[in-house]
């Protein structure tokens, strides 16, 4: 089965602060990454993915994730946070063969003005 | 256009109801899912259907049944509805099973 966990359920920044969220999978095969964002209210919204190639992916609003395989991991991050990026964040897995994408439990990002 | 489409966006009922929530796609997917989002934020697949048929069905209870008339369209109907169906449910879709997918904007329903 595929499995999906990030650390930190809740990180309160000020802006302009480096951001780092962890998420660790456990799959042995190959997998599909995802990060979705979900802003207060809102639905989800994908901000990257890893399918293969570049284990360094950058995605929107100046968001980058790094694959790595044997650590299992795939960790978001953002040089400098704003304001609105306030919001919950998501790691996702996507494992070969299976047919659904298995979330994380999340992690509330504050950022303070 | 929205891509992917929910209705209602709110539905608030009494314990005992029966409800439906409709999900629309106009991106041409041929794979749609249900998932329920409780109030932990933890989003969990239901139901996941494929060109109409059915792929995915986690363990939810008989209560739940999907429904899906043509490939873009995936409705989620509830039969004696329970205070802990009290959440908020995604559609979405993705073309195939090994991409991203597509979300709508959620159904928050509300049991009293």
């Known amino acids: 089965a595929q499995s999906v966990s990030q650390h930190n359920h809740h990180v309160i920044l000020s802006e302009a602060a480096s951001l780092e969220l962890g998420c660790n999978y456990s799959y042995g095969g190959t997998v599909n990454l995802f990060w979705y964002v979900q802003y207060p209210g809102q639905h989800l919204q994908l901000l990257l993915k890893y399918f293969s190639g570049d284990p360094l992916v950058k995605g929107i609003k100046g968001f980058e994730a790094e694959f790595i395989k044997s650590k299992f991991s795939f960790n978001l991050r953002k040089p400098s946070v704003q304001w609105s990026d306030t919001a919950e964040y998501f790691c996702?897995?996507?494992?070969?063969?299976?047919?659904?994408?298995?979330f994380g439990t999340g992690t509330r990002l504050l950022v303070s003005p | 256009d929205t891509a992917v489409s929910q209705t209602p966006k709110y539905l608030v009922t009494q314990m005992g109801n029966d409800k439906s929530i409709k999900c629309e796609q106009n991106?041409?997917?041929?794979?749609m899912y249900w998932y329920k989002q409780d109030s932990k934020k933890f989003l969990k697949i239901m139901f996941s259907y494929n060109n109409k048929e059915l792929i995915i069905n986690e363990t939810v209870p008989n209560r739940f049944s999907p429904k899906s008339p043509d490939k873009a369209h995936l409705n989620l109907h509830i039969n004696s509805l329970e205070l802990g169906d009290s959440a908020v449910y995604f559609c979405?879709?993705?073309?195939?099973?090994?991409?991203?997918?597509?979300f709508g904007s959620g159904t928050r329903l509300t049991v009293v």
């Open positions: 996702a897995v996507l494992g070969t063969g299976f047919q659904k994408l298995v």
């Open positions: 991106l041409g997917h041929d794979t």
């Open positions: 979405a879709s993705s073309q195939g099973t090994s991409y991203g997918y597509t």
